[in-house]
């Protein structure tokens, strides 16, 4: 066998190997890089990239239902969202029946739900509150592990 075979054998592995080695990585970094995956204020700001404050409740609900990463919309014309922290600051009524601050007079909310490694699952929910006028005033995210 000579030199220039020898040459061409150890590119080809080379190259192969640097295939291997992407093919093999690149499920680990699209999990890792995926914004859900983040953070509780990452994903917020992350969703309020998409659906900014003052966005109509319309566009908003179009936004959400095309971006499969969020879940399906769950749509609440007559109600704000009830604030899964109790009561938040910033003037926000407090409902008498369960004693937790009211985002808004309309909502929207979305669950995103993955399994992570030692049998445990995440689940992250994200509340978008409207005003009476259909504009969007708040989101906020919930994250949350199950066994």
């Known amino acids: 066998m000579n030199e220039k075979s020898k040459l061409y054998r150890k590119r080809v592995l080379l190259v192969l190997s640097i295939i291997a080695g992407i093919l093999m990585t690149w499920p680990l970094v699209s999990r890792i890089y995926n914004p859900m995956r983040m953070p509780a204020p990452i994903i917020r700001f992350h969703i309020l990239r998409h659906t900014?404050?003052?966005?109509?409740?319309?566009?908003?609900i179009e936004?959400?239902?095309?971006?499969?990463?969020?879940?399906?919309?769950?749509i609440n014309r007559s109600s704000g969202f009830f604030h899964?922290?109790?009561?938040?600051?910033?003037?926000?009524?407090?409902?008498?029946?369960?004693?937790?601050?009211?985002?808004?007079?309309?909502?929207?909310?979305?669950?995103?739900?993955?399994?992570?490694?030692?049998?445990?699952?995440?689940?992250v929910r994200i509340f978008w509150g409207f005003?009476?006028?259909?504009?969007?005033?708040?989101?906020?995210?919930?994250?949350?592990?199950?066994?």
């Open 84 to 123: 899964p922290a109790g009561i938040v600051p910033g003037g926000w009524p407090v409902s008498e029946v369960t004693g937790v601050s009211i985002i808004g007079d309309q909502s929207v909310q979305a669950c995103y739900r993955y399994n992570i490694p030692l049998f445990l699952d995440r689940i």
């Open 131 to 147: 005003d009476e006028n259909g504009e969007l005033i708040d989101v906020y995210v919930e994250s949350l592990f199950t066994p």
């Open 52 to 60: 900014p404050i003052g966005m109509c409740v319309e566009e908003a």
């Open 63 to 74: 936004v959400i239902g095309s971006n499969g990463q969020w879940g399906d919309p769950v």
